[in-house]
């Protein structure tokens, strides 16, 4: 098989179900969902000790699934093919968050990425799916879009979240607090609401 084509040279790239230009917004969501999931294989290709067996088993499944994720939205008509980003995938992911942030020391203030490499890492992933997830949003203007996709993706970059502090932890590196703030997690409020993480 050759690996270049010569086919997108004029700025032009195949869809299933027709062509585009390469800065379709169509494009731009399963292509960010890829970039996302290049920084997935560098998480794990720095966690290569037994340290890190539970956090790359997992990071292996989510590259599956984000693939899965970039298929569904490369289709331009959802009735040409079953989608295959399901429940179970988003539910298995809060069970996989719900795991880390009970081992996970408590939050007082919000948190900078970096601390270990490996969290460091996984705090890249975190914000390249939260930019994959506005994306994919910017497509529900124009096309039918497979919600499972949008939900799963808030909710991974959350895990991302909680696997870097985990990551952390494993590596006994405190997490980078942001000093200039106060003690907001002491306050109640919901977690989504206080972090800039995401929504």
Known sequence: MRIYTKTGDEGQTSVIGGRVRKDDVRVEAYGTIDELNSFVGQAAAL????????????????????????????????AQQPYKTHTAM?????GWIDRL????????????????PPAASLHICRTVCR???????????????????????NRLSDYFFSAARAANLKMRVDDVEYVRGANVFSTGADYENRQEQGE
Request: charged share 35%.
């Open 131 to 153: 930019r994959a997830e506005r994306r994919v949003v910017a497509l529900t203007e124009t096309a039918e879009v497979n919600p499972e996709v949008l939900r799963y993706l």
């Open 101 to 116: 942030e009970a081992g996970n020391p408590p939050l007082d203030r919000f948190i900078l990425p970096g601390g270990s």
């Open 47 to 78: 966690m290569q000790d037994d340290r890190f067996k539970d956090l790359r088993e997992q990071l292996a499944v989510v590259g599956q699934e984000l693939f899965d994720c970039g298929s569904d939205l490369a289709y331009t008509e959802a």
């Open 90 to 94: 988003t539910e298995r992911v809060e």
